[in-house]
């Protein structure tokens, strides 16, 4: 029982990682604009997210090392240092939506204006991170986030022509009406949601937390291959639900309310409280994983004890950057900022930080002087080095695209 | 932090604000030809607006949703009809032609969003809007009727 619940780090890393706030939105939206036509950045997203979790997982179990204690030591310190600033700006984004999206999904139940919500949703983020034990917050939530299950019934009981959606899916276009910088900029979007920096270093550090050693490479390995299909399937339950529900009355979808539309038309009252349930978790999840990532970067980079195995007063550095980091959240969505408006620009910023911290991991998980024999196949090498040109193309074009297409307008 | 430190951290936020500024503003409509699409964007956008209270009356109706859900996205989808309207008639049209353009899209999509705002209403007093479908569904004709004719 205790090996079948150790998949939970991974089903929380891709609850927090592929349906956070902004990527339950993007993923509607493109739905409800693009149809299917988007799906295969999906399927694309998890094969290159599989590839880099498994590799910085096995690289944490065989090292028992942090991330960026690693990069810092293989490649300088100047190098480290601007992969940390660059990964701990889009983490920081990121953490700002997500708290901001827990209150978001509060007021959906309470209507409760998010504002007034939004600093309760802080303290609880920040206690949870303080108080509960790493297995058992990634249980509760993990598991909590599971609700958003309710999107592929959904979908199941829309009864679209899945002939035609195979169809659309595997024969992509751009559809009439929606110019092609536009299609690849949700494109680039989409695969940056896919492969955020943040889960990476939740799941290695997660690794680390959870005392993972060479016995548990079939752990890291069974994780990274349920999980992340799993957030890439709810990714495409969402979409799927969007294209059948908003696109044929041309419905942009801007809003968690809207998300939740297509379930509570489907499956009623019930459908509803399960797929709030589901927001819920899946925002504090992605909330707890920004939130404890931004310690981890910050405190392996500059070496000081990190993560919730040790108690606090051992590592007070790490609590102090996690706590600030939830501070400032707060204050930056008291200003009234956009929650999913800020997530989605973190969703492009990532894709144009990716290379820093897919290149560091890709070295280190060569490197026998680390890794002993474990050290990447010549099938995971190449997958890889083709993931490496995807991601760089992404990120130069991330920004030039943004631009041209006013974030999608 | 020495001066060359400063310098970086400077131009980091100098391209970093006016980067989100690019892609966040609306910029003026020089021809008539821009302004005429913007007023069919601003249909548009408000049409998805109509479309979503639609879809949340018709659920409400079938399924008794709480109120709490509903009020909220009503609303929600009032205020961003309510934005797309202000933002068009920031716009100063460039010509006498589009003064009729901007008064027909005004006059159309105003006439939404008070819609919106009676449904938004109705569901803060516990009460789903059922009685508005008909009223909503010609709105949005008219808003798709609007979108296409304005860019002709």
């Not at chain 1, 993560?307 to 930056?332: Q, S, T």
Request: proline share 4%; net charge neutral.
């Amino acid at each position: 029982m205790r090996k079948y619940l150790e998949v939970t780090l991974g089903v929380l890393t891709a609850i927090g990682g592929f349906v956070d706030i902004g990527d339950l939105v993007a993923n509607a939206e493109v739905g409800a604009r693009f149809r299917w036509n988007l799906a295969w950045v999906v399927v694309v997203g998890v094969v290159g997210i599989v590839l880099f979790a498994e590799m910085s997982g096995r690289v944490a179990t065989l090292t028992e090392r942090g991330t960026f204690d690693l990069v810092r030591e293989r490649l300088g310190p100047r190098f480290a240092l601007g992969n940390l600033l660059a990964s701990f700006f889009v983490t920081f984004l990121t953490l700002v939506a997500e708290v901001a999206g827990i209150a978001l999904a509060l007021e959906l139940a309470t209507s409760v204006n998010h504002l007034l919500l939004l600093p309760t949703c802080g303290v609880l983020v920040w206690i949870v991170i303080w108080k509960v034990k790493f297995d058992s917050m990634e249980r509760v939530f993990g598991l909590l986030g599971l609700a958003l299950v309710v999107f592929a019934v959904a979908a199941w009981r829309l009864g679209p022509d899945w002939s035609a959606v195979l169809h659309q899916a595997t024969h992509p276009g751009v559809p009439d009406g929606e110019g092609t910088p536009t299609y690849w900029y949700y494109a680039i979007a989409l695969f940056g949601a896919a492969m955020t920096p943040y889960e990476v270093f939740f799941f290695s550090s997660g690794a680390v937390e959870e005392g993972w050693d060479r016995t548990d490479l079939m752990v890291n390995r069974a994780n990274v291959l349920v999980g992340f299909p799993l957030g890439g399937a709810l990714s495409l339950a969402i979409m799927t639900c969007a294209a059948v529900v908003f696109a044929p009355r041309g419905i942009t979808v801007d809003h968690l309310s809207q998300v939740a539309l297509p379930v509570a038309a489907t499956l009623g009252r019930l459908g509803l409280v399960v797929v709030l349930i589901g927001f819920f978790a899946a925002t504090f999840g992605a909330a707890l994983e920004t939130g404890l990532s931004s310690g981890y970067t910050v405190a392996q980079y500059f070496g000081w004890p990190w993560g919730k195995r040790y108690r606090p007063v051992d590592a007070a550095r790490f609590h102090a950057v996690i706590l600030v980091a939830i501070l400032l959240a707060v204050a930056v969505g008291l200003t009234t900022v956009d929650p999913i408006k800020v997530t989605e620009y973190s969703i492009v910023f990532s894709a144009v930080a990716l290379p820093l911290t897919y290149f560091p991991i890709l070295v280190v998980a060569n490197d026998p002087q680390y890794m002993g024999d474990r050290v990447n196949s010549r099938l995971t090498n190449a997958l890889a080095s083709v993931y490496l040109v995807v991601i760089v193309v992404a990120a130069t074009a991330a920004i030039p695209l943004m631009i041209a297409t006013k974030a999608g307008m | 932090m020495n001066v060359r430190c400063a310098a970086r951290r400077l131009v980091a936020a100098t391209l970093l604000g006016p980067l989100v500024i690019l892609v966040s503003c609306s910029g003026p409509a020089r021809t008539d030809a821009s302004f005429s699409s913007k007023a069919a964007s601003t249909a548009d956008q408000a049409r998805s607006s109509v479309e979503t209270v639609v879809v949340l009356v018709e659920s409400a109706d079938r399924h008794h949703l709480p109120e709490p859900y509903l009020s909220t996205a009503i609303a929600e989808a009032e205020d961003d009809a309510g934005a797309a309207l202000t933002g068009f008639e920031s716009v100063q049209p460039p010509s006498s032609r589009s003064d009729l353009v901007r008064s027909r899209t005004s006059e159309v999509v105003g006439d939404a969003v008070d819609l919106l705002a009676q449904a938004r209403i109705s569901a803060r007093r516990g009460h789903a809007p059922v009685e508005l479908l008909p009223e909503l569904r010609r709105a949005s004709v008219r808003l798709d009727s609007l979108a296409a004719n304005v860019e002709r």
